[in-house]
């Protein structure tokens, strides 16, 4: 069988997550060229992130799946990402990566408190009302948590979750699942040197483009400003 080709078709949202797209192909035993697409989280730095649709060409030329692979529209895309992810979870019975979740997690509830990313008011409002500054120092406090997280390898942060929670693990079915989460993300909050309110309040009116890129480089381009 000949080796993998991986191209990239585009990215995908699903599950909370923007998920890279690529198309595989290979040539079989049969001299027949096979090809499927592979789904990787932005964030993903493990082939165990990666989930896949089964063989669903077979041509005689590679051209052939690559035409029609680039001719299927975005809804049918989705639609088999979601079909992977269901798969996985149904027959591996695998609960989300933990790193990748706190991030997810984190990320929901920050683009919450700033009201989008990037919020025009950022830029172009001249006063912005003082509960609003407040939430928006909030949603940067996360941030810097899951900027964090995103440094640590997927391995020692499962290590450092259970040593902050006492010996204990997430249980992603679990009743206590957000309580354990929160204790989890206080405990990294409390220990990153992070600027007071006010001092916060003067960096961001004077630099607000900047904190509305990284924003979004850190969101919506998943990857470390």
């Not at 590679?62 to 975005?74: M, N, T, W, Y």
């Not at 984190?106 to 939430?135: I, Y």
């Not at 006010?198 to 900047?210: G, T």
């Amino acid at each position: 069988m000949d080796r993998l080709r991986r191209r990239s078709v585009g990215f995908l949202h699903a599950a909370g997550e923007t998920w890279a797209c690529f198309l595989v192909t290979f040539r079989g035993l049969d001299h027949q060229w096979h090809g499927y697409f592979s789904f990787r989280p932005k964030d993903g730095g493990q082939d165990a992130d990666e989930v896949r649709t089964a063989d669903i060409f077979r041509e005689d030329s590679e051209s052939a799946i690559d035409q029609k692979a680039r001719g299927l529209g975005r809804p049918l895309l989705s639609g088999l990402l979601a079909s992977a992810l269901h798969g996985r979870q149904q027959l591996q019975g695998e609960p989300p990566h933990l790193r990748r979740w706190f991030r997810t997690m984190l990320a929901q509830n920050s683009r919450e408190l700033a009201g989008g990313w990037p919020h025009e008011e950022w830029e172009t409002k001249a006063d912005l009302e003082l509960g609003k500054l407040r939430s928006l120092y909030a949603s940067y406090r996360l941030d810097q948590v899951c900027h964090f997280i995103a440094l640590v390898q997927p391995e020692d942060f499962e290590g450092c979750v259970t040593n902050i929670l006492n010996g204990a693990s997430i249980d992603f079915g679990g009743k206590d699942l957000l309580q354990f989460a929160m204790m989890v993300v206080e405990f990294i909050e409390s220990r990153l040197p992070l600027p007071p309110f006010e001092i916060w309040v003067q960096d961001f009116l004077a630099h607000r483009r900047d904190y509305a890129l990284y924003a979004h480089t850190l969101h919506r381009e998943g990857r470390l400003p």
